[in-house]
Structure formats: structure tokens, C-alpha cells
């Protein structure tokens, strides 16, 4: 069982029945909160102030809700996160991290054909909970909570200032029972804003904001990002009645007014 | 209530088990064998024996011979001017600057206490 | 601390109280401490519960093999300076010094609730407390080419150290000039945080003086180099240019071992002349298999007083196989710093004495860049009682590597070998 798959069927019953229908509007637009300004939420600086930015209520810890995470890690910089659920009627799914500058890594807006279930690399500032939280048509919220230690490690070092330039999607897939697995790895340098360089300047944000995946003609997510996802980072998600020859499409647009979009054909 | 054996060696065998440690050299047994009443002290300096030991009478660089029966002042004003960056030192100084002062002179107190 | 497993009517540490120094609990006679694996770890546990009990704990070491092949320099014998004999190391003095009881055989099981263990002979051993310092399992499982017959004769991993690493050795003398050696890095955590980059200036050092036109690739499915990075990318550009590339976020997908090929999950596929596949590891398979492998189901969490399991009483592992403390990397001079508070803390529990509430040690970790030179990081960890797991410093790091350094190295490698087994 290969890297891919390995991530994928650890969660086995998340595979089998986690929610497909996602909530969609009869209108066909998409569910989006209601919002002084479009990135309110992204300013919150606690998983309670995102909430009500987002005129949810507070959320219920829930088992239903899986938050996959290591208990430590080396070095904070490229932390895998993996959350789902089997309830349906799930409109979003949370991953916040109340320890970062600001609290909210990222919002997946669920549309109809993909999974309640994806994995994103994140970055963790330094120790402390993060959490996963479901927005479910009802207008509850159900969640689940871990601790993360990170450390920079004893035998490692820290990461040199990031260089890199924007360059390509890729997607990669794999059909199983009907289902699409992808991993996506997206090259952007994903800068916070916080750091600064060498000369103690700081250096400017520039971050992937939106994230839309399309499956053959039709959207199946839209997804909110901030400054918290990790540099080049890589998301996986599962999509819903897929067959060979059918078209996965992921595009994003950052904050600096960048846009990128890639497909593929299933094989 | 069971009547329980306190099982110390046979009295020959620890004599034997003396007589070794002062032929072939505590230091190439690490910390020696005879107990020390500070044993939070005792754990404190077993850290520092995977590197200040004297192995089998191979020539040992004076930076890493062994510790037991040191002069205890003169060990802590070492440990002391390593931490404070005043003496040269590749790991050292750098070492003695995870540890407080009070822990460096109570591992100074302790190998000055052990047999050489 | 979370459930436990294994419930045992025995041990409470009040009712020792009123016991005998090293009394067993629930028989006459000496207490007896079994200690499964003899490496860094395991051998270093073994004699100081010796030590440390004036030799009144009878301890009984179980290892399958004949002698202690040590990982640490074992990239020196790829690199061509050392043989592996220099590195091979016998259990005598534990024997003969220490009054060790070694026993030649694997355990097969644990049986807990007997308190005791099942070995591969059939014959079972009874314990006070448990030691288990089982290393690292490598995970074959998700490189479905390396089930296929022959694949582990021609892709060798050589992290443990012993007849795969003469066999590294061979293959990449038996390689051509102007062929590729491509060394895999798993993602965090593995055993040895630099011993991959070790190893590619070890192979580089062999080619540019042997094989000139060979390549060495570093393929690390890390987002970049876990140890001593800047200092690791310095030496390849300045003594190895041109031989050693280094690529980050290549995670392995699979191999091919009949042609060497491997591929990735995003980057193109890759062929190689010789194959050094590092693969992800998790705690050795006695501790997995007994269920003490709490964390992600890979390695064991313990309680960093005394190294006892959090799931199973008198259980205690250390070294590589521990789910680690922040900043705490699994190496020999880690394990055996670790089995120097296990030893302690069992020795003061079993004759009712207080474990030491602040345990304090350090790591210290050489990375040998030539046959000559070496550099290296260290750290100091203590025990934070708020958070219940071990703090480390922030990290000491040569400024460049030295012949100084690498004469240290060697020398820190003969005294923990002392310290270890002497």
C-alpha cells in the first residue's frame, strides 16, 4: 500500500461513508457567511471568535468529528492535517489553530459529489491545540480537539527564508470503488507575512486565498485559505462518482492577485 | 508475612567485584560501583560518561578524560568559564549552557567524591 | 495517563514499602529485571541496573545476536575507513564485569499479566519489571515492490547495522564510474535524524576519490535536510560539488528493486545504480505487536521519569522505540542516556526509594562529513513536571567541520562503548 493510498484508507470509515451529499443552496450559489468584510473570519484570533465571525454557534465536541494530527512535531513549518466526518449534511469543514497569530488555517465549503474528508499541510507557530469543526446544514457545529507539541527539534535546524517561485499544480489520482482519491501538491511560497528577512525587514504576505475544485462541469469545492496553510502545500480530498476519462480541475487565486488552474483526466 | 532473602552478592563475590574496579580502573567502568548517598547527583553525572570516560587504556584527548576523582573547585570553575564563553570549548560551552550553576556544582561534587 | 491494558494486582509502589531492598514481590529471593534488546539501549539499561543495585537485581538480557554491531560509525564502513569489525562489539564484560545474565534468543511474546516473557526457545522468563528496548521496525508495507522475491537482496536500507552494511559497501564498489547512488530519507521521525546526510558525504567522499564521475542523490521525502542543514548543504557544495544532489519533498511511492527505479508521489520517476531505500520506521515489533505502540500505532509513550509505558505497568521502554519528547532525536547516545533514568528509577521502585523528579541529560551527536572530519549538535533535555515530557535546549552546532572534531568523535565512540558494554 503505497504513501497515497496509506493516507487515504486510514481512515477507512471515513472512505466508506463519509458525506457526499454536501448542502448546496436550492438557488445553486454556495453557502457563504454573511460577512462585514470577506476575511473577518481570517482575523479572529481565537476558535471562539471565528465562530462568531462566522454566526455559528458554539460548537459540540463530537467523536463523529476526526482530526488527524501528530501529538509532536519536529519542526512546525509543514504540519499534515487531516479531518473528516461520516455525518452528512456537513456544509463546511474548520481547521483552526488558536496558538498561530491568527487563529483559522483554512474553511472547505462542501459542495455536492466530494467527501467530508481531506488532509492540508499547515503550519503551527508553536505548541498548542488545534481543531477540527464541522458546519452542518442545521446550523450546528460539532468538532474535535488535539494538542500539538512542536519543537524545532534537537538535531534539526531551522528553515532557510523561502525563495521560491510560483510554478505548477500537480495533481495526481487514483480510482477506487468509484471514488477519486487526489493529492494535490500546489508550488506557492505561501509567505505569512510575519517573518522577516535578514535585515529585519518584513517580508510581504503572499498567500493562496481561494481554492476551487471542479469535477467535470460541475464545482464540488470551494475553499477559504489563509496564511496559516504551509508553503508548497498539499491537499487531498476525495470525489464522489468518478469514472475513467472524467476531468478534475483545482485552481486558486492568492492575495496578491495571482491565479493558477490545472486538470487532469482520470486514468 | 514471607520471610524475604535480602540478596546482596555473597561477601567473596563483592570482594572480587572490588578488587577489579581498582585493577583495571573505575573509570573504565563509568560511574563506580560503590554506592553514593546522592543519587539524584549520581544521575546527573551518568550524563556525562557516554563521552568522559577512559576506555580499555586507549590514549584519551585531555578533553574527554575521564571525571571520577576530580578536584570538585577546580572542575566547577571549569564548568563555570565553559558556560560563561570564557574557555575554548567545541561542545562545552555550549553543554553547560543547558545547565544551572547549582546542578554544575553538584555534578562537580559528585565525581570528586568517586574513586579514581 | 490513559488506560491501561495491562492491570496487575501486584505493584503498587506503597506496599513495597515495607520490603527488603531488591526483594521480588511475590517470591523470595532477588528482584529480577528482564531487559529485551541489547543495543545502546537495552546493554546500557542492563548494567546500570547492575551498577546501581550494587549488583543486588539479578538482570537478565535478552538478545538474538552474537555481538553489538553499532549504527553510529557504521557510515564510515560505506565511506571505506573503518570495517565492520572495528565497529563489532561483544557482551563479555556485561557478562563477566557485570554479572549480566545474557541469554541468546529473541523474545516471541509478551505474556504481562504472568509477568513474564515467552522466548523464542519456548522457555518462558519472570520478570519484577520489564525492559524493552526493541529499536526500530522498518515499514515495508507501503512499498508494495519490496514484497516481490529477491527485492531486500537488491534494495538494501543498511539501518541496522551489520551484514547489510558490508553489502552496501560491495554494491557500490561493485558499481561502475559515473553511476548514480540514490540514498531515500523517510519523513520524520526515523532513527538517526542525520545519518542519511552522514551517509551521502560518506558514498561522495568513496566516489570522488574512486568513482570521479559518480552521482550521489539525496531524495528526502522532508521538506528539507532534519539535521545539522546548513552545515550538511555547505560540505556537499564545497567538497563534494558536482556529486551530491539534494532534493526535498520526494516521498517514495514504490520501487522497482530489478531495475532500482522509484517513483514518487508528484516528482518524476528515477532510476538509480544503486538503491539505498530508507524507509519509515516505527517502534520494534515486539512493543508494536504487544499493543504498547500508542502513538499513531508507531511508537511508544512512556513516562519520562522512569520510561515506564503509559499503558502498561511495570513495562518500560527506551531508545529509539519511544514515541520521543519534543526535540529529543532517537539516536545511541540518546538511548543510552535514556536507560540510565530507567535504570535508576527501577532501582529506587524496587527498594521503595523516590524516583528523581528532575531527570537531566544531554545528547551529543557526531556527523563524520570525510574519512577525517567530523562536526556535530547537541542539546540538553529536562523534565518539564507541568507538561510531563522532557524540554530541550536550544541546539549547540560546530561553526564548520574539523579533523579536531572527528578525532573527538572517535574518541566519544570507544567511551560509549565503555560506558555501554564495559
Given at each position: 500500500m503505497n504513501d497515497l493510498d496509506r493516507h487515504h484508507n486510514r481512515r477507512t470509515v471515513l472512505q466508506r461513508g463519509s458525506a457526499i451529499a454536501g448542502w448546496v443552496l436550492a438557488s445553486g450559489l454556495w453557502h457563504r457567511p454573511a460577512l462585514a468584510h470577506a476575511r473577518d473570519h481570517f482575523a479572529a484570533t481565537s476558535l471562539a471568535t471565528v465562530l462568531q465571525t462566522l454566526g455559528t454557534q458554539t460548537p459540540m465536541e463530537s467523536p463523529d468529528i476526526v482530526l488527524d494530527a501528530p501529538a509532536s512535531v519536529e519542526d512546525g513549518s509543514d504540519v499534515p492535517l487531516a479531518c473528516g466526518t461520516t455525518l452528512p449534511a456537513v456544509r463546511s469543514l474548520l481547521l483552526v489553530a488558536p496558538a498561530n497569530p491568527t487563529a483559522l488555517v483554512a474553511i472547505f465549503h462542501l459542495g455536492e459529489g466530494i467527501a467530508a474528508d481531506f488532509s492540508l499541510s499547515t503550519k503551527l507557530d508553536q505548541s498548542g491545540p488545534v481543531h477540527a469543526v464541522a458546519l452542518m446544514a442545521d446550523g450546528s457545529a460539532r468538532c474535535a480537539r488535539r494538542h500539538i507539541e512542536v519543537a524545532l527539534g534537537a538535531c534539526s535546524g531551522p528553515l532557510p527564508a523561502d525563495t521560491s517561485a510560483v510554478s505548477a499544480i500537480r495533481i495526481r489520482a487514483r480510482l477506487m470503488a468509484g471514488r477519486a482519491l487526489v493529492s494535490v501538491l500546489i508550488s506557492h511560497p505561501m509567505e505569512s507575512g510575519r517573518r522577516l528577512d535578514p535585515q529585519g525587514q518584513p517580508i510581504p504576505s503572499h498567500y493562496i486565498e481561494a481554492v476551487q475544485v471542479r469535477h467535470n462541469e460541475r464545482t464540488i469545492l470551494h475553499a477559504d485559505w489563509g496564511p496559516w496553510v504551509a508553503r508548497h502545500p498539499i491537499l487531498r480530498f476525495q470525489v464522489a462518482g468518478a469514472r475513467s476519462g472524467d476531468m478534475i480541475e483545482l485552481s486558486w487565486h492568492d492575495n496578491q492577485g495571482d491565479r493558477r488552474t490545472e486538470h487532469m483526466r482520470l486514468a | 508475612m514471607t520471610r524475604l532473602a535480602h540478596s546482596w552478592p555473597a561477601p567473596a563475590g563483592r570482594r572480587l567485584q572490588v578488587a577489579l574496579t581498582l585493577m583495571l580502573g573505575s573509570a573504565s567502568l563509568g560511574i563506580p560501583a560503590h554506592a553514593d548517598p546522592n543519587t539524584q547527583a549520581r544521575a546527573w553525572a551518568a550524563a556525562c560518561t557516554g563521552c568522559h570516560n577512559g576506555a580499555d587504556g586507549a590514549e584519551t584527548p585531555a578533553g574527554m578524560k575521564p571525571l571520577a576523582g576530580a578536584n570538585r573547585d577546580a572542575m566547577l570553575d571549569k564548568l563555570l568559564r565553559f558556560k560563561a564563553g570564557q574557555l575554548p570549548a567545541t561542545v562545552m560551552q555550549q553543554l553547560t549552557q543547558g545547565y544551572e550553576d547549582a546542578e554544575l556544582r553538584a555534578i562537580a561534587d559528585y565525581f570528586s567524591r568517586q574513586q579514581p | 495517563m490513559s488506560r491501561r491494558h495491562f492491570l496487575h494486582t501486584a505493584l503498587g509502589l506503597g506496599g513495597l514499602a515495607t520490603l527488603p531492598a531488591w526483594s521480588g514481590i511475590a517470591r523470595p529471593g532477588p528482584a529480577r529485571v528482564v531487559v529485551v534488546g541489547g543495543g545502546y539501549g537495552g546493554a546500557t539499561a542492563a548494567k546500570y541496573l547492575r551498577l546501581w543495585s550494587d549488583h543486588g537485581i539479578e538482570v537478565t538480557l535478552v538478545e538474538p545476536s552474537a555481538a553489538l554491531v553499532s549504527c553510529p560509525l557504521s557510515?564510515?564502513?560505506?565511506?571505506?575507513?573503518?570495517?565492520?569489525?572495528?565497529?563489532?562489539?561483544?557482551?563479555?564484560?556485561?557478562?563477566?564485569?557485570?554479572?549480566?545474565?545474557?541469554?541468546?534468543?529473541?523474545?516471541?511474546?509478551?505474556?504481562?499479566?504472568?509477568?513474564?516473557?515467552?522466548?523464542?526457545?519456548?522457555?518462558?522468563?519472570?520478570?519484577?519489571?520489564?525492559?524493552?528496548?526493541?529499536?526500530?521496525?522498518?515499514?515495508?508495507?507501503?512499498?508494495?515492490?519490496?514484497?516481490?522475491?529477491?527485492?531486500?537482496?537488491?534494495?538494501?536500507?543498511?539501518?541496522?547495522?551489520?551484514?547489510?552494511?558490508?553489502?552496501?559497501?560491495?554494491?557500490?564498489?561493485?558499481?561502475?564510474?559515473?553511476?548514480?547512488?540514490?540514498?531515500?530519507?523517510?519523513?520524520?521521525?526515523?532513527?538517526?535524524?542525520?545519518?542519511?546526510?552522514?551517509?551521502?558525504?560518506?558514498?561522495?567522499?568513496?566516489?570522488?576519490?574512486?568513482?570521479?564521475?559518480?552521482?550521489?542523490?539525496?531524495?528526502?521525502?522532508?521538506?528539507?535536510?532534519?539535521?545539522?542543514?546548513?552545515?550538511?548543504?555547505?560540505?556537499?557544495?564545497?567538497?563534494?560539488?558536482?556529486?551530491?544532489?539534494?532534493?526535498?519533498?520526494?516521498?517514495?511511492?514504490?520501487?522497482?528493486?530489478?531495475?532500482?527505479?522509484?517513483?514518487?508521489?508528484?516528482?518524476?520517476?528515477?532510476?538509480?545504480?544503486?538503491?539505498?531505500?530508507?524507509?519509515?520506521?516505527?517502534?520494534?515489533?515486539?512493543?508494536?505487536?504487544?499493543?504498547?505502540?500508542?502513538?499513531?500505532?508507531?511508537?511508544?509513550?512512556?513516562?519520562?521519569?522512569?520510561?515506564?509505558?503509559?499503558?502498561?505497568?511495570?513495562?518500560?521502554?527506551?531508545?529509539?522505540?519511544?514515541?520521543?519528547?519534543?526535540?529529543?532525536?532517537?539516536?545511541?547516545?540518546?538511548?543510552?542516556?535514556?536507560?540510565?533514568?530507567?535504570?535508576?528509577?527501577?532501582?529506587?521502585?524496587?527498594?521503595?526509594?523516590?524516583?528523581?523528579?528532575?531527570?537531566?541529560?544531554?545528547?551529543a551527536c557526531y556527523s563524520f562529513v570525510s574519512d577525517r572530519d567530523a562536526m556535530h549538535v547537541v542539546s540538553v533535555h529536562r523534565y518539564d513536571a507541568a507538561r510531563k515530557t522532557m524540554t530541550a535546549s536550544p541546539l549547540g552546532l560546530s561553526s564548520a567541520p574539523s579533523e579536531l572534531e572527528g578525532r573527538h568523535a572517535l574518541t566519544w565512540a570507544r567511551h560509549i562503548w565503555s560506558d555501554t558494554l564495559g
Open positions: - | - | 557510515n564510515l564502513v560505506l565511506g571505506g575507513s573503518q570495517t565492520l569489525a572495528d565497529i563489532t562489539l561483544g557482551y563479555d564484560a556485561l557478562v563477566a564485569r557485570h554479572g549480566v545474565r545474557l541469554i541468546r534468543d529473541r523474545v516471541s511474546a509478551l505474556e504481562p499479566e504472568r509477568r513474564r516473557v515467552r522466548l523464542g526457545s519456548g522457555d518462558t522468563l519472570a520478570y519484577d519489571r520489564l525492559v524493552l528496548a526493541p529499536g526500530v521496525d522498518l515499514i515495508w508495507d507501503e512499498l508494495p515492490g519490496m514484497a516481490r522475491p529477491g527485492a531486500h537482496d537488491a534494495v538494501l536500507h543498511a539501518w541496522k547495522a551489520g551484514p547489510q552494511t558490508a553489502a552496501l559497501r560491495a554494491q557500490l564498489q561493485a558499481m561502475p564510474d559515473g553511476g548514480i547512488c540514490a540514498i531515500t530519507v523517510p519523513r520524520l521521525p526515523y532513527r538517526c535524524p542525520p545519518g542519511p546526510y552522514e551517509r551521502a558525504c560518506q558514498v561522495a567522499h568513496y566516489f570522488a576519490r574512486h568513482k570521479p564521475r559518480s552521482k550521489v542523490l539525496v531524495l528526502d521525502a522532508n521538506a528539507d535536510v532534519t539535521s545539522k542543514g546548513a552545515l550538511f548543504k555547505q560540505v556537499w557544495a564545497e567538497r563534494y560539488p558536482g556529486i551530491v544532489e539534494y532534493r526535498p519533498r520526494h516521498a517514495v511511492l514504490d520501487v522497482d528493486a530489478a531495475t532500482r527505479r522509484v517513483q514518487f508521489e508528484f516528482e518524476p520517476e528515477l532510476q538509480a545504480d544503486v538503491l539505498n531505500l530508507i524507509p519509515p520506521m516505527r517502534a520494534g515489533q515486539l512493543a508494536v505487536q504487544a499493543g504498547l505502540a500508542t502513538h499513531q500505532g508507531r511508537w511508544c509513550e512512556v513516562d519520562f521519569l522512569s520510561f515506564e509505558s503509559s499503558v502498561a505497568s511495570g513495562i518500560h521502554i527506551l531508545g529509539d522505540a519511544i514515541q520521543s519528547a519534543p526535540g529529543m532525536p532517537k539516536s545511541g547516545h540518546m538511548a543510552n542516556q535514556q536507560a540510565k533514568v530507567c535504570a535508576a528509577a527501577i532501582v529506587a521502585a524496587l527498594a521503595g526509594q523516590d524516583i528523581n523528579p528532575q531527570p537531566l541529560y544531554n545528547n
